[in-house]
């Protein structure tokens, strides 16, 4: 469609008014909350994540389907495997969601010549949080990107964006979005089923799957800060190329065991560099819930340096009382649809305003406007709501009430059935950290979940004190397998090394570590064996079997000597098992060498009778013969004939596949 000479000029205004708001949101970027004077424009702090794409869905609940590493953010947009109307950008909370996003607005406003956006005619970036009830986006165009322009009516806007041969919208924040998952026919839902602009390109960030997905909708999904991220961000925002100070600030990280894998996270990474830079007395932490308590305190003694009488005391008092902003934290979370932001005249009335005022001076709550429900037409009106600065924040706070209401409950399951660990899984963390009584309690809770076990290795690792008081723990989750999976976070993996060193160090039997698609090799050391993640799983001289699973890869010679070398060192090892038989009964898994030199076969190996054994085909199952290196058909449990357990069905099947 052609537009008027006049609509032609309104165009101009409305690219211009478009470019002012997001200059407004990507010049304001605040890595510490609590500093409100150091913003930063998005440009000088953006670094590039992991990324992953989704090639393939998942063919069945709970499996991960088939994903590939890219090698940028822009490949989201450029890749042909990834060519599509509709682009999901899935990432946990911390992960850079929102500032990717940000980055594009900044590249669309500035010419980026490499920018996927740089031959958009129109960027339409909404937060969804801030939409409230609004069903119409071009209202929401208008009340949130267009407000200081009167110059273009909605009426102008929606002509205006129909003319246009190159539109990008991109929607941030489903998972806060009030109308998430409704049965609303708004805008939003019509835009990611296609149902309305089917011609523009759209992309929706979030933490989880709308349930209203297409088909030909493609996913990304933000995998969080490597080592080399890491490094780009020190120099890039904190200390330039100051290589002493890098140095500095990488050390005070790896010093920090936990945090070298939290720090995955880049929210969390952020902070952990400003701080460590600024404080040359940056204490060692053991756990989470010890960094983000040094870290409120970090934000209380930056106002208390303002102050020079007697408030700096009444600041202490309030920085240790808090239990209605624990309340109302706790109450936003336990939830069906968990509310995230609150109005800010109800919110300061229940915590008081004295401590309303801190609490935004400090940087721990924001205020922002969001249309009010009262709206009507093109009368737009707001609402000053208020939110935490982060939802981990939310999490903090609230997992000091959940520990006051734990302690007292009586039936956990009932008073917690809108909590989900999964999705909640530092507001758990958190309060199993602030009070072993709770935490008991807790970790019980969630070992009855279906998976919960898993979880629970985290929360177990948050508690304070001495190891033996959770050695019963240990050694129950130790007892059957403990899977890493390579869909795991880096600090859910991280966690369960930690786990299994536990045990291993207090001679706890392991009975099984099986590794799911982590590609793991063996470190030049020979001492640890290192995962796709790039995190060390250390020799465990309690471990009864190691059992590797990763479809289809070819193991060289010398990989498979370092594995069986690794296992060998495991002076508790009874069986080393590659590959898996799926649901059809196919045995997929690695492909090994052929002819194995007794040479690379360690003698602790042959002394213990190690089974060692692989998945090859259907009904087709081989075991090493320690003494050759060759290889002979065994049956579905690796046994050979006269051994325990012998399957002489599936023993033939696999003698008739070798022949």
């Not at 440009?43 to 994903?67: H, I, Q, Y």
């Not at 996270?265 to 060692?284: E, G, N, S, T, Y």
């Not at 010679?557 to 196919?586: M, V």
């Not at 004939?641 to 599936?650: I, L, M, N, R, S």
């Amino acid at each position: 469609m052609e537009l008027t000479p006049d609509l032609q000029e309104k165009k101009q205004f409305l690219i211009e008014g478009l470019k002012r708001t997001y200059k407004g949101h990507y010049d304001a970027i605040q890595p510490l909350p609590y500093i409100k004077d150091r913003l930063y424009c998005v440009d000088k702090v953006f670094v590039e994540g992991g990324v992953e794409v989704c090639l393939a869905p998942e063919p069945t609940p709970g499996t991960r389907g088939s994903w590939d590493r890219l090698d940028s953010y822009k490949s989201i947009y450029t890749d042909y495997r990834f060519k599509s109307k509709r682009r999901i950008i899935q990432g946990e909370p911390g992960y850079g969601k929102s500032t990717l996003t940000l980055q594009l607005a900044y590249d669309w406003c500035n010419d980026v010549s490499d920018s996927p956006m740089n031959n958009v005619e129109i960027l339409i970036l909404l937060r969804l949080r801030q939409l409230g009830r609004v069903k119409s986006l071009y209202r929401a165009i208008k009340s949130f990107l267009l407000f200081h322009e009167p110059r273009v009516s909605k009426h102008e806007l929606e002509k205006i964006i129909h003319s246009c041969s190159s539109v990008h919208i991109i929607l941030d924040g489903y998972d806060e979005y009030p109308g998430r998952d409704s049965n609303d026919n708004d805008d939003v839902h019509k835009i990611i089923k296609m149902e309305l602009f089917a011609d523009f390109d759209v992309s929706l960030t979030t933490r989880y799957l709308p349930g209203c997905l297409r088909k030909e909708t493609k996913r990304a999904k933000l995998t969080g800060f490597d080592d080399k991220a890491r490094n780009e961000y020190i120099r890039k925002a904190v200390v330039s190329n100051n290589d002493e100070a890098v140095a500095e600030i990488k050390q005070r990280l790896y010093e920090n065991s936990i945090l070298a894998d939290l720090c995955q996270v880049p929210l969390i990474f952020v902070m952990f560099a400003h701080m460590a830079h600024d404080q040359r007395d940056l204490m060692k932490f053991n756990s989470v819930t010890q960094f983000f308590k040094h870290m409120i305190r970090r934000f209380y003694d930056h106002l208390k340096q303002k102050f020079k009488d007697n408030r700096s005391n009444k600041l202490y008092l309030h920085e240790m009382e808090h239990h209605e902003l624990d309340k109302i934290a706790f109450e936003g979370l336990n939830k069906e649809n968990q509310q995230l932001s609150w109005i800010k005249t109800r919110f300061r009335q229940r915590v008081g305003p004295e401590l309303y005022d801190q609490y935004i001076s400090i940087g721990i709550l924001v205020e922002e406007d969001e249309v009010s429900d009262d709206s009507t037409g093109d009368n737009v009106l707001f609402t000053r709501m208020v939110r935490f600065y982060h939802k981990l924040f939310c999490e903090w706070y609230a997992a000091h009430h959940l520990v006051t209401l734990v302690k007292n409950a009586h039936n956990l399951s009932d008073r917690l059935r809108f909590l989900d660990p999964f999705d909640l899984q530092y507001l758990f963390r958190f309060a199993c950290g602030l009070d072993p009584i709770a935490g008991k309690k807790l970790i019980n809770h969630l070992k009855g979940l279906p998976g919960g076990d898993k979880f629970a290795i985290l929360c177990i690792l948050e508690q304070t004190g001495d190891v033996t008081d959770i050695m019963d723990s240990v050694k129950e989750l130790c007892s059957r397998a403990v899977n890493i999976g390579r869909d795991d976070s880096a600090l859910l993996q991280r966690s369960t090394t930690q786990l299994l060193e536990i045990a291993s160090k207090n001679n706890i039997p392991i009975s099984c570590v099986y590794l799911w698609h982590c590609f793991p090799r063996v470190d030049e050391s020979g001492l640890n064996l290192i995962l796709e993640s790039g995190l060390s799983l250390s020799i465990l001289s309690s471990l009864q079997k190691l059992w590797i699973y990763d479809r289809n890869r070819r193991l060289t010679n010398e990989e498979w000597a370092a594995i069986l070398s690794y296992s060998s060192q495991c002076t508790s090892s009874k069986e080393l098992e590659f590959g898996h038989p799926n649901d059809f009964g196919f045995g997929e898994g690695y492909i090994l060498p052929e002819n194995i030199p007794v040479t690379s076969i360690p003698s602790s190996l042959k002394s213990r009778n190690v089974k060692v054994w692989n998945h090859i085909g259907i009904d087709n199952y081989h075991r090493l013969n320690l003494q050759t290196g060759q290889w002979q058909a065994c049956d579905k449990r690796g046994n050979l004939p006269g051994e325990k357990g012998f399957d002489e069905w599936t023993y033939k099947m696999s003698l008739s596949k070798s022949k």
